[in-house]
Every structure is written in C-alpha cells, then in structure tokens.
C-alpha cells in the first residue's frame, strides 16, 4: 500500500541512491530518485506535495543550493538534508531557515522512516488544509450578491434591524436571507461561519 505523498530522493552517490530507494520502495513510499540538484530542479515541479531528501555536499548544485532555489519560489516540498558529520552546522543553519530536519549518513534505516512519515503527516496536513479552503470557496461562489452583503454584516456583528436599515430592505427579507447564507455554507450560526472563515483566512 503506497503512502500518500511523494519523496524524492537527490544524492550524487548512487549506491546511496540505490540503497535508500529500495528501503522506500520496500516500505510503501513513490520514490523518484535523481542523481544531481539540476536533475532534481529541472524535473520535479516546485508546487509538488511531498518531501525531497537533499544531500548537503554534491557536484554542481549542492543541498542547500536546491533548497535556496526552492525558498526563492515558496515551494511547499518538505526538506530533509542528508548530511556527513562536517556538514551538520551548515544543516542545522538550514533548519532555521525552514528545512524540516537533517540526518547524518550513514543513518539509521528507522530513523530515516520516523522523519519521513513525520514530513508525510505535514504533507497531509496541508493537503488537507487547502481541501477545507477550496470547498469553502465552493461554498462562497453559491450565495448571491445581497447574501453576501448580508454576511458581510452578520460577521461584523450588525443585528437584522441594523442590517435591514443598511440595505435598506425589511427585517423579514434579512432573515430570510440569514437564513439562506447559513445553508449554503453549512453552519447553524453566526460564530460557526465565523470560524470556518477565520481558518480559510488563516
């Protein structure tokens, strides 16, 4: 059963590549593995989900240079670094700059497993995240024009005399309006549009 979530694998040493990516495979991962920073950059799309297992030392592009790049374009790829021994100050800097966390090769198959599947839940996290956003957008794009300015006001904490007087409509038509925007979006009240809008927001 794969795992949700893609990793993607970047080392220079092939039988590290080799032996990491048969550990993943073996496990459940998708696993793609690329043997530089330039392969892994020109191929993998920056606003991929999944988590990208970075060695800090290689030929041309290292590490850190791949995950500077994907800084530069808010990727959401989570980073774990691979790193040798003289190498864990520069992974630990990266770390304070948003890596997800470092190994020190050789690592321990268990490990690298306990992180990976701590990056995956991330992963899912998000994914999920954005999931809840988009079917509250769904929900927002069914209310019409005047539900929406009635909404508006509801959120602001305007009473239904004081919205009819707005909008210059009867106290009836508030609610009855009210009412049709808190079935739309599938809430029972005020303070539960509220927070489903409040963590769209965030």
């Known amino acids: 059963m ?3 979530g893609h990793v993607y ?10 032996a990491l990516g048969l550990l993943l495979l073996s ?8 043997e530089s920073g330039e392969q892994f950059l020109a191929e993998v799309d920056a606003g991929s989900d999944g988590v990208a297992i970075l060695d800090v030392r290689m030929p041309g592009l290292s590490g850190l240079d791949v995950f500077d790049q ?3 374009v808010d990727s959401e790829l989570i980073v774990l670094f691979l790193s040798g021994h003289g190498d864990i100050p520069m992974a630990v800097q990266a770390i304070k700059q948003g890596a997800f966390d470092f190994l020190e090769k050789p690592c321990a198959e268990q490990q690298l497993l ?5 990056a995956l839940e991330v992963v ?20 019409t024009q005047r539900e929406r300015e009635v909404m508006d006001r509801v959120l602001a904490g ?3 005399k004081q919205i009819a007087d707005d909008l210059n409509i009867t106290i009836r038509t508030i609610e009855v309006h009210r009412a049709k925007v808190f ?8 303070v539960d549009l509220a927070q489903m809008l409040a963590g769209k927001a965030a």
Request: hydrophobic fraction near 35%; proline fraction near 2%.
């Open 158 to 160: 305007k009473l239904n």
């Open 27 to 34: 496990h459940g991962y998708m696993v793609r593995s690329f």
């Open 114 to 118: 306990d992180k990976l599947d701590d």
């Open 183 to 190: 079935a739309k979006m599938g809430v029972r009240s005020a």
């Open 9 to 18: 694998l970047v080392d220079d040493d092939a039988a590290v590549r080799d």
């Open 124 to 143: 899912r996290g998000r994914s999920q995240s954005r999931q809840g956003q988009q079917a509250v957008d769904k929900r927002l794009a069914t209310l």
């Open 70 to 72: 994907l800084r530069a």
């Open 2 to 4: 794969h795992k949700p």
